[in-house]
């Protein structure tokens, strides 16, 4: 143990009151100097000490005690939290609440306490200190608490600027996004494959596919050939590779039907890509039609970010197809 319990810390982490305890020796500053010994027999605790005298005590209840010192009798009680303990005494009760420095009792005062740097101190001295403490105490929770709400009012105001700004960017993507409507596009597109005496229904659906593939993969990128594949793609499944050699003379039919590519005007090509999406919708369930329409959004993201060509290509298809797009979190 160390020497008067200096470096002791006690419960709360604080520096212990500044005395010695021995078995028989005690010696404190409001205490003094004085030989204590104790002894317990059938629930009675007999103690002596050459200050104090004798003491007799017993415990009446959990948390209450009484006891006759030097023929006096004594009754304290102790019950409830430390934020408002209610204390029992022949005089009466009174209301306590523990502090980091002490004790302070709301009703008498003069019965609190306070330790500082391991000193123990009572009554209106300890008052005193307690008061000076709640005024600091005070003022830096009511700081804390101003900051803190400054803090959640700039966060907030941060957070209503960047939802704002996601909705700006939004609306001005939603405003740049080209704007088609399908009766109109698809009377643009059945004059072009008219003019060059192609019908698309009578092809099979693998080369339907391939047609539309094109279309999202090259046109929608506004590009006149398909993205070169990587060596990464070499273990490629088997049906995936054979779309992209299928995609290949699918460049040189949209060739003849909206002439070089990517074409200067996107309408007759987007009025040939409802055909073909409608073509397919005529051969196939609209389960698989479904599946299609998700592998092709799925492909448009392997070179990036879609275009907003792209995203015009996808509503236009699943217009054609049949296919109703529902947002995540709409049903």
């Known amino acids: 143990m160390a020497l008067l319990k200096v470096g002791e810390k006690n419960r709360d982490g604080r520096q212990k009151r500044i005395e010695h305890?021995?078995?028989?020796?005690?010696?404190?500053?409001?205490?003094?100097?004085?030989?204590?010994?104790?002894?317990r027999a059938a629930g009675i605790n007999l103690t002596g000490n050459t200050n104090h005298g004798v003491r007799v005590s017993t415990r009446l209840?959990?948390?209450?005690?009484?006891?006759?010192?030097?023929?006096?009798?004594i009754l304290r009680g102790r019950y409830g939290s430390d934020a408002a303990k209610f204390n029992l005494s022949k005089s009466g009760v009174t209301?306590?609440?523990k502090t980091p420095i002490g004790t302070f009792n709301w009703i008498r005062p003069g019965?609190?306490?306070?330790?500082?740097?391991?000193?123990?101190?009572?009554?209106?001295?300890?008052a005193a200190i307690q008061g000076v403490?709640?005024?600091?105490?005070?003022?830096?929770?009511?700081?804390?608490?101003?900051?803190?709400l400054f803090a959640g009012l700039i966060g907030g105001i941060g957070r209503l600027a960047t939802a704002a700004q996601a909705r700006r960017q939004l609306a001005e993507e939603e405003a740049a996004r080209p704007q088609?409507?399908?009766?109109?596009?698809?009377?643009?597109?059945?004059?072009?494959?008219?003019?060059?005496?192609?019908?698309?229904?009578?092809?099979?659906?693998?080369?339907?596919?391939?047609a539309l593939a094109f279309a999202f993969l090259a046109l929608?990128?506004?590009?006149?050939?398909?993205?070169?594949?990587?060596?990464?793609?070499?273990?490629?499944?088997?049906?995936?590779?054979?779309?992209?050699e299928d995609m290949q003379p699918a460049a040189e039919h949209w060739r003849i039907w909206v002439g070089p590519l990517p074409p200067e005007d996107i309408e007759p090509a987007m009025g040939i890509v409802t055909i073909l999406a409608r073509s397919l919708r005529q051969t196939a369930d609209s389960e698989w039609?479904?599946?299609?329409?998700?592998?092709?959004?799925?492909?448009?993201?392997?070179?990036?970010?879609?275009?907003?060509?792209?995203?015009?290509?996808?509503?236009?298809?699943?217009?054609?197809?049949?296919?109703?797009?529902?947002?995540?979190?709409e049903r």
Not at 133 to 148: D, I, N, P, T
Not at 188 to 197: F, I, P, R
Not at 199 to 205: N, V
Request: overall charge neutral; proline content about 2%; aromatic content about 6%.
């Open 220 to 244: 929608g990128r506004g590009a006149a050939t398909l993205p070169q594949r990587s060596n990464e793609n070499s273990s490629a499944p088997a049906a995936e590779a054979a779309l992209f």
């Open 61 to 73: 209840a959990k948390n209450t005690q009484v006891a006759f010192q030097n023929g006096r009798f």
């Open 180 to 210: 088609f409507q399908l009766d109109t596009v698809r009377a643009l597109g059945e004059q072009a494959l008219a003019e060059h005496g192609v019908d698309p229904s009578t092809w099979s659906g693998r080369d339907q596919l391939a």
């Open 133 to 148: 403490f709640a005024v600091f105490a005070s003022v830096y929770w009511l700081f804390g608490g101003v900051m803190r």
């Open 95 to 97: 209301v306590s609440t």
């Open 289 to 329: 039609r479904g599946e299609v329409l998700l592998a092709l959004d799925d492909a448009c993201l392997r070179d990036g970010p879609k275009t907003l060509l792209q995203e015009a290509m996808i509503d236009l298809t699943a217009e054609a197809m049949g296919v109703e797009l529902v947002l995540e979190g």
């Open 111 to 126: 019965r609190s306490s306070a330790k500082i740097a391991g000193v123990q101190l009572r009554g209106h001295n300890a």
């Open 21 to 39: 305890t021995g078995r028989y020796l005690r010696a404190s500053r409001t205490g003094g100097l004085s030989l204590r010994a104790q002894t």
